[in-house]
């Protein structure tokens, strides 16, 4: 058997193989898969693991075959940090501004929901669409915060 590699970095992504059997995991910018579905749980953070490689259907597999959290003081500063649902996410710099005043950070639930449902319809693919939807999302929501339409215009039975 083969001994393996070990290495370290930052678990970025992690989604389930799609056969279900592995777990498909994003590690600096390079795909791992891993049959230990615990590693979910160290999506954002620095780990130290042990890597082989093999041949399936003519592809190049990498696998994750051991892992730990690696507490180390280089890798802590490489974490990333755990968003809570109110942490801002990149906006441009066109909706920055609303008539002169800076707004706050787009509603963290919205965008994910709203990514969460494409993904879920098929509509996004591949994990590099989510960026672009993030923003169509943070577009949407600067337009209607620039519109005085408020939701009583909507239903008149609603007492305000």
């Not at 890597?51 to 802590?76: K, P, Q, R």
Request: one cysteine or more; a negative charge; charged letters at 20%.
């Amino acid at each position: 058997m083969e001994q393996g590699v070990t290495k370290q970095g930052v678990i970025k992504q992690a989604r389930q193989s799609q056969s279900g059997k592995s777990v498909s995991v994003l590690v600096d910018e390079v795909w791992y898969s891993c049959k230990d579905f615990s590693i979910n749980n160290y999506v954002g953070k620095p780990i130290i693991f042990n890597t082989t490689d093999s041949l399936y259907n003519g592809l190049n597999m990498h696998w994750i075959n051991s892992f730990s959290e690696d507490e180390s003081a280089d890798a802590l500063a490489q974490q990333i940090p755990e968003d809570h649902g109110n942490s801002p996410i990149a906006v441009p710099d066109s909706a920055q501004t609303i008539a002169g005043k800076v707004e706050h950070e787009p509603p963290m639930a919205f965008i994910s929901n709203t990514v969460a449902h494409a993904i879920l319809q098929g509509i996004i693919k591949d994990p590099s669409e989510v960026e672009s939807w993030c923003f169509a999302c943070t577009d949407a929501i600067v337009k209607c915060r620039q519109t005085d339409i408020k939701s009583k215009d909507f239903d008149t039975d609603i007492p305000f």
